[in-house]
């Protein structure tokens, strides 16, 4: 069985940014830190008090199995996110 492996970089602002795109079939995503800022994520709409809490610590990864689309938002600035997709 073949797996496939995507990988996409994001830059998350203060408003609900998209991190990764739903993907029908897709087994699990993992989201990496790049930087020091805060991100929360969740499905569309998150914001920094409903969000899932990804430390502001470079290197700091979570992995998500879903197919949904992920997004992002940080309370100041912005801030780069790597996600690694198997599907």
Do not use: C, W
Request: no cysteine.
């Amino acid at each position: 069985m073949a797996v496939g492996l995507n990988a996409a970089q994001a830059t998350v602002a203060t408003t609900a940014t998209l991190i990764i795109a739903a993907r029908p079939g897709r087994k699990e995503v993992t989201i990496v830190q790049h930087g020091t800022a805060d991100v929360f994520f969740g499905p569309y709409g998150v914001t920094t008090s409903t969000g899932a809490l990804l430390t502001g610590t470079k290197g700091t990864s979570v992995k998500i199995a879903t197919e949904a689309a992920i997004y992002g938002i940080v309370a100041a600035g912005t801030q780069a996110v790597s996600a690694v997709e198997t599907f």
